[in-house]
């Protein structure tokens, strides 16, 4: 999915309670984007955004020095801004966030890519089917949809843009690691993004093991 251009359109202060960052704010248009549900057409052209967290000194002054830590984080509604315990992501924001803190540098990258690239309401009607005992990805199917529809060219275009060539990544996800490294950014090392289960969303991890391969206990 090649991008016509990447562009940074805001940098401000942004104090949290995990620390000072900078907000980054990015767009990239699409050419040619893949639909992920045939049923519904898409433009020859599309514009995604996408928001960058950063902390500290992001490019190592020094060779050898450890490269910072990268955290690409999908947006989640519901569990990010509402703390559903249906899935885990308020948890590994958190994580992600605290861990770039400790470390007194590194990137969150938060993608627009609700539902994993669904959207919100199909993720909502997505509820539903799991409500009546599919999983998510046997519902995103059911929906017409891929069982994931996103896509990680935009925040390895934003670490480049950046500057950055390595990184630590936190994440469970063998396919983020493979998108920045397909394009030439070093995953020196993955650091785990699991966190506690909840009883609330066993079965979503344990699809997230069994059928997407990511590396959780």
């Known amino acids: 999915m090649p991008f016509e251009s990447v562009r940074k ?3 401000a202060d942004f104090p949290t309670r995990w620390g000072q960052f900078r907000i980054l704010g990015f767009e990239g248009v ?10 519904i057409p898409v433009p020859v052209r599309r514009v995604e955004s996408a928001i960058a967290l950063v902390m500290g000194d992001i490019v190592p ?10 955290r690409i984080h999908s947006q989640c509604l519901t569990g990010d801004v509402f703390h ?17 803190a400790d470390a007194g540098a ?7 890519q609700e539902g994993r690239g669904i959207g919100l309401m199909a993720k909502l009607q997505a509820y539903e089917l799991q409500d009546q005992g599919l999983d998510t990805i046997e519902a995103n199917l059911e929906l017409g949809y891929r069982a994931d529809c996103r896509e990680y060219e935009l ?7 950046l500057g950055v060539e390595s990184v630590r990544l936190i994440t469970n996800n063998p396919e983020k690691v493979e998108a920045l490294e397909s394009v030439g950014i070093t995953v020196a090392e993955r650091i785990s993004a699991e966190v506690a289960s909840e009883p609330t969303f066993e079965k979503y991890l344990k699809t997230k093991q069994d059928k997407m391969g990511h590396l959780v206990s």
């Open 84 to 100: 559903s315990l249906r899935c885990d992501c308020r948890q590994q924001l958190e994580l992600a966030l605290a861990a770039i």
């Open 30 to 39: 699409v050419a040619n984007p893949e639909p992920c549900n045939d049923d």
């Open 106 to 112: 590194g990137i969150l990258l938060y993608e627009n």
């Open 61 to 70: 002054a020094k060779p050898g020095a450890e490269p910072p830590i990268v």
């Open 9 to 11: 359109l805001a940098d």
């Open 155 to 161: 925040p390895a275009a934003i670490l480049k843009l």
